[in-house]
């Protein structure tokens, strides 16, 4: 089963740590396997968002969409 381009979403996961106002904080990016554009978070809640507001914007497929049934 090939899923449709908004069903699946595969990403590289970057997390390093950066000294900021005398304190640490991940830094993280994430870069599209299939099309090589990335995204820059400043923070994990960022990235979060970004995760959480991809997940509302993709819809399943209806059972009839799908080519096994």
Excluded: C
């Amino acid at each position: 089963m090939n899923p449709r381009p908004e069903q699946y979403h595969a990403y590289l996961l970057r997390l390093w740590l950066v000294e900021w106002n005398e304190k640490w904080i991940w830094r993280v990016s994430l870069e599209n396997i299939h099309t090589g554009k990335r995204h820059g978070f400043a923070n994990m809640e960022a990235l979060v968002d970004f995760l959480q507001e991809m997940g509302k914007t993709s819809q399943p497929a209806t059972r009839s969409d799908r080519p096994d049934h």
